[in-house]
């Protein structure tokens, strides 16, 4: 491949790194409180069942975003950094073409014509194409939740995920409202689904034009051997995070299932605050990759991680200590059952503040982490399985939580192994450890503390009460360990080394 222009052979812009996190983290972080509150509309106008059937509705979407998909949006991440623009607009165009074939595999998979469809899934919408059809558009939309991070157009991403999540949060509320029906929901989400794969279209003709060329076997060829491993690793961790869900579904009532699936509304935001991070670096990531400073690219993945671990351990410490308050604040106190299921997988999230997997990526390690992901869903489906039967709801959670850490003790060892870096020095452990310990001080302090206030002021006083204190005593931790310091010199040491090697970036 040629030497590209533009990002390719552009030196990085190191001190916008952190800008592009913390706007990226911003736009996830009022997303996610969009999405999270959308819930609590929606149970407070829609029967049990609708709403159950809602729940599920996600479910089905998410399996199959796992399965089809086949990381083609991600993968852009790898490919655009590094080429031309003919070379830019052909492998969006090659992601568009592959995730429109897999979006009709889908709506197939999802519609009537499916004999080995589930009947609840069946029973989704008394239309038979609405279904089906919103699985295809959404399928296809998804290259719109990445593409401009992967052309480092973090303002314009910011926007469309903060613009996108308003509109799809307003609209479904006012459907719920004013119907108190789920097929009125559904269908609003098909327009959403729409506006949304038409957005894209715009994108794609605005910096690109909708022209060839289209497809080429060889660049296809490579972009799916690229991407296919990890595609496939992507699709087993996604079907082992939704495993325990279906294994709630078939053991225990709705009503469980709907507490169940309450427990996991933290997982998006950790997720979604380790790829904002992820997304602001990787493209430098990438080209310190292709210059050959696997160094470098292991000191920028640290920042990462130990930036989203100064975010997210406070919260999730916060969270795992009132647990009951929160869940019967947001949804009564008839889904308290959901506070123990919270917390086990709050011990799994805290693992996920690492984020190694783009490495595997670059470090084209793809059959390695498929053989893990194997390992990993297998044994979450026998873990859950076995402790729901032995243990009651919150049993179905461990499955999920023991393969996290399985998978990321594994993917580690195998960097080190790749790179040739000791363990020790692939990420800042030394800072890692001490947030955490922060944040859990803070937590036992601030639980102390609220556990003397009087009953009687109900559950939103000790949240409030709780959150101010942890916050306070966080921060002060955080200062006193000077880890304020350490969060900044890590990041000039691998900003600098970026600095020398980003204007010699070019293509292999």
């Known amino acids: 491949m040629s030497s590209g222009t533009g990002a390719a052979t552009a030196p990085a812009v190191p001190h916008r790194l952190g800008h592009r996190a913390i706007s990226l983290g911003a736009a996830n972080a009022i997303d996610y409180a969009i999405q999270f ?101 959404w ?48 269908l609003t989400l098909l327009g959403f689904a729409i506006f949304k794969f038409a957005l894209l279209l715009a994108y794609v003709a605005r910096y690109h034009g909708l022209k060839g060329p289209f497809l080429r076997r060889r660049a296809f060829t490579r972009q799916l051997r690229q991407t296919a491993p990890f595609a496939f690793t992507g699709a087993l961790y ?57 160094r470098g690219m292991l000191e920028l993945n640290s920042r990462g991680s130990v930036l989203a671990a100064a975010l997210l351990y406070p919260v999730l410490v916060f969270a795992f200590v009132f647990s009951a308050e929160i869940v019967t604040i947001i949804y009564t106190s008839a889904y308290v059952a959901a506070a123990p299921v919270m917390r086990i997988y709050i011990l799994g999230l805290i693992a996920l503040v690492i984020e190694p997997a783009t490495l595997m990526l670059l470090l084209r390690q793809g059959p390695f982490s498929m053989r893990l992901g194997a390992l990993a869903l297998v044994l979450s489906v026998a873990l859950s399985w076995t402790c729901a039967r032995a243990g009651g709801l919150a049993g179905a959670a461990v499955g999920s939580v023991t393969a996290i850490y399985l998978e990321q003790v594994g993917t580690l060892w195998r960097i080190s192994r790749c790179t040739g870096i000791p363990w020790r020095h692939l990420q800042d452990w030394r800072s890692l450890g001490l947030l955490l310990l922060c944040a859990v001080l803070a937590g036992v302090l601030s639980w102390v503390l609220v556990s003397r206030v009087p009953a009687g002021f109900g559950p939103e006083v000790r949240v409030a009460a709780g959150g101010v204190l942890l916050a306070v005593a966080y921060l002060a931790l955080v200062a006193v360990c000077g880890l304020a310091g350490r969060l900044r010199g890590p990041a000039a040491q691998a900003m600098r080394r970026e600095v020398v090697s980003g204007g010699a970036a070019r293509c292999d």
């Open 238 to 294: 996604g079907l082992r995070a939704q495993a325990d869900q279906w294994v709630a579904t078939a053991l225990f009532s709705v009503g469980m299932f709907a507490s169940f699936s309450i427990a996991a509304l933290l997982s998006p935001l950790v997720h979604l605050c380790r790829v904002s991070v992820q997304q602001a670096f990787l493209p430098s990531i990438s080209r310190l990759e292709a210059t050959g400073d696997l």
């Open 139 to 186: 399928v296809v939309a998804s290259l719109l939740d990445l593409i401009g991070s992967t052309e480092e157009r973090v303002r314009w991403q910011t926007r469309t995920i903060i613009g996108l999540s308003a509109l799809r949060a307003v609209a479904l509320s006012a459907a719920a409202v004013l119907t108190r029906q789920l097929e009125p929901i559904l």
């Open 37 to 137: 509150l959308l819930p609590v509309v929606l149970v407070r106008y829609l029967t049990p069942e609708a709403f159950g059937s809602y729940r599920l509705l996600w479910l089905v979407a998410g399996t199959v975003m796992a399965v089809v998909t086949q990381a083609m949006a991600a993968g852009l991440f790898y490919f655009l950094p590094r080429s031309g623009d003919e070379e830019k607009r052909l492998y969006i165009n090659q992601a568009l073409l592959y995730l429109s074939a897999a979006g009709l595999i889908a709506a197939c998979a999802v519609s009537g014509w499916d004999p080995w469809l589930p009947r609840n899934v069946r029973e989704l919408s008394s239309n038979g194409a609405l279904l089906p059809t919103f699985v295809m558009f």
